[in-house]
RNA sequence: UGACCAAUGGUGUAAUGGUAGCACUACAGUUUUUGGUACUGUCUGUCUAGGUUCGAAUCCUGGUUGGUCAACCA
């Protein structure tokens, strides 16, 4: 553990953004300020994918002492809303982060319709009356260059007249728009003269019905960017090609021009990660909302009981780099257990009970068992746990026909109720069917766990509930959303709501100890030998409703 | 038949011209009153063909493969 944290210290890696950062710290760029921005647009909830790049944003400010914004780029009103502007800020703040400004797009809209104009005086810009069909069919393939607009050479006088009546709200939604004028026979699309301002009478959730005309993203972001003093600007890879616009802009503008730096945005094996999709999942009832405990969404991590370390430390595991890149849900899962190995609090719980009854133990006895309350912190203390003639066991903890590598109760052998005694196994009952429906044992009575004779070894150890004071709760299980790995590879004429994974949720009914539970929504406990459950947002004092984080990993179910 | 980007074990990610390392996964073992945790070990990798160099994962050239770009979305 030591050697590794010096090894870390020693020779610390840096991801290739680090690295540039570190290059322009040492040739003394920006004054060595090092300022990020975090620029989610309010349309959708945010996903563990954002969850990398606001630990990367926020997380490399911190690391060279600088800041780091948070900014909504609201320039398209007709897709967004304060509800998700909302969720945003919670997710960000959970997560740990604190902005040092939180801006909109939207506040910049006055700056940006000045330097508008100003580019359309310097003959950089033109109002094109085109339709949205033949600007589309105009702009040209990839392959084979573009035709210029017949209104691309307007006089500067006529251009600003027109674009002040676009302003004023003398047009039609989509009459013209306001282009920068570039290059029509670029290879790069995005400079084959881009729209710069459409007209969009929309009312905005901000700014009301001041505006009628929007700017667009590229004409947005890398100015908002540079009145905010931003130094790196990083954005996924598919905003790469847009650099050279961004680029543009800055110069076109003489403006502080911020560096636009691309990663590699994140993919998990067994999950979609798109906003489109997950909205169809809500909207088509595929799951119960935003915070199903299934969805990759932030919250839907957090009912599910993920911890914000957990995620920070998932994010900083799978690095960054440039490359396209899937990562297997088992990281995401290892990452989990990891931290709440060390806090989540022990209990016992049988989630698949067959009773167990102790021939030779006294009718209506009932002592109380010291349990410990997390093997991993002596400092979370123990507590008493009751113990009787009857007690619940899982169904799989018995065999009649046991293999040999099978370590828990079959008859005629030892196993130990944990923090309890070591039984021996005797008899079963079973209905007509053949069903198991109880199993008796005796239990050694000096075998109590802290005497001497409890030292002895005993191969198997497993858990139990008092059958007589034990409380009833809902646990909810669940599993991975989608059963194939890739759900977003379809063939022709499918989606990828048919890769949905039916098992992806099962409700049980288990008996749970009765001391110590702490029924605050979100409260993390280990079901011992079981998994990693939290309580759940629907749970009342009536009924309690967990749900399952991740199971334990299981190397006896894995054998089998 | 364009431009841009990328290619390192099963999955990610380091090595910045000098011994290919780390994490996850898988497998094996030690410890264990959780078949958990912890610890130890094993398997598996530089897309390809040339070139530069004493030396190439790294630099150059060609090829191959994958991704992105043709919203008045971001």
Redesign the pocket.
């Known amino acids: ?1 030591e050697t ?1 944290k010096e ?1 870390l210290e020693e ?1 610390p ?4 953004i ?2 540039k950062i570190e290059e322009d710290l040492k040739l003394g760029k920006n004054n060595g300020i090092v300022y990020t921005r975090f ?3 309010p ?1 959708g909830y945010l996903h563990i994918g954002h969850a990398k790049s606001i630990c990367l944003n926020f997380g490399i400010a911190k690391k060279y002492h600088g800041k780091t914004n948070i900014r909504f ?4 009103p ?3 809303d304060v509800e998700y502007v909302d969720s945003i800020k919670e997710d960000v703040k959970w997560l740990g982060f604190d902005w040092a400004g939180e801006y909109y ?1 939207s506040d910049y809209f006055d700056q940006l319709y000045l330097w508008a104009e100003q580019l359309i005086k310097e003959g950089k810009a033109y109002v ?10 105009n ?6 260059p ?1 035709i210029e607009s017949p209104y691309r050479n307007r006089s500067v006088e006529e251009n600003l007249t027109l674009f002040r009546k676009m302003k004023a709200g003398e047009f039609a ?5 306001l282009r920068a004028k570039i290059d029509m026979a ?5 400079m ?1 003269d ?2 710069m ?4 009478h929309a009312h905005h959730h901000r700014t009301g019905n001041k505006w009628c005309i ?8 890398g100015q908002s960017d540079s009145i905010e003093g931003i130094t790196h600007s990083i954005c ?8 050279p616009l961004y680029d543009w802009f800055c110069e076109a503008l003489h403006i502080h021009h911020p560096q636009q730096i ?1 990663f ?1 945005r994140l ?1 998990i ?1 067994y999950t979609v990660m798109s906003k ?1 999709k997950l909205l169809q999942l809500v909207k088509e009832n595929y799951v119960s909302g935003w915070d199903d405990p299934r969805m990759p969404t932030i919250c839907g991590l957090r009912r599910r009981g993920y911890t914000p370390e957990s995620i920070r430390n998932f994010a900083e ?12 849900i ?2 995401l ?3 989990v ?2 931290d709440l ?2 806090r989540a609090l ?1 209990t016992m719980a049988v989630l698949d009970p067959v009773k167990l009854i102790i021939d030779n133990y006294p009718d209506n006895q009932t002592e109380m068992m010291d ?2 309350n ?3 912190d002596i400092s979370a203390g123990t507590r008493k746990v009751p113990f009787g003639k009857e007690l619940w066991i899982e169904r799989a ?1 018995f ?1 009649e026909n ?1 293999p040999k ?4 109760m079959t008859i005629g052998k030892e196993v ?7 039984v021996q196994c005797t008899s079963v009952d079973k209905d007509e069917q053949g069903n198991i429906t109880a199993i008796h044992c005796q239990y050694l009575p000096e ?5 001497a004779e ?2 002895r ?7 139990w509930v008092s059958a007589a004071h034990c409380k009833e709760a809902e646990v909810r299980l669940f599993d991975r959303l989608f059963a194939v790995p890739d759900p977003d590879n379809v063939e022709e004429g499918h989606t990828f709501l048919e890769n949905l994974n039916p098992d992806s949720l099962k409700i049980q009914t288990a008996y749970i100890e009765p001391n110590f539970l702490d029924t605050k929504p979100l409260t993390k406990y ?5 998994g990693y459950f939290c309580i759940d947002k629907d749970s009342t004092t009536d009924k309690l409703v967990f749900n399952r984080t991740v199971a ?8 089998k």
């Open positions: 553990m590794k090894q020779k890696l840096l991801n290739f680090e690295a620029p989610p647009e349309n780029d609201d320039t398209n007709v897709k967004e797009a094109d009356d085109s339709s949205q069909e033949e600007i589309s069919k702009r040209g393939v990839p392959t084979s573009g939604d989509g009459q013209c728009v670029s290879p790069n699309m995005h084959r881009p729209i301002y459409r007209i969009l929007y700017p667009m993203y590229d004409y947005a972001h996924t890879l598919e905003f790469e090609v847009h650099r691309e590699a993919n094996n489109r595991t799978i690095g960054v780099a440039k490359r396209e890149n899937v990562i297997d088992s990281l899962e290892f990452c257990r990891e190995n060390k022990r349990a410990v997390n093997p991993e903890d065999m046991p590598n099978f370590f828990r130990r109720l944990k923090y309890a005694y070591i075998t109590k766990s802290g005497m409890s030292n070894k005993v191969k198997g150890t497993i858990h280990q079901f011992e030998r079981i334990l990993k299981d190397s006896w179910a894995k054998g």
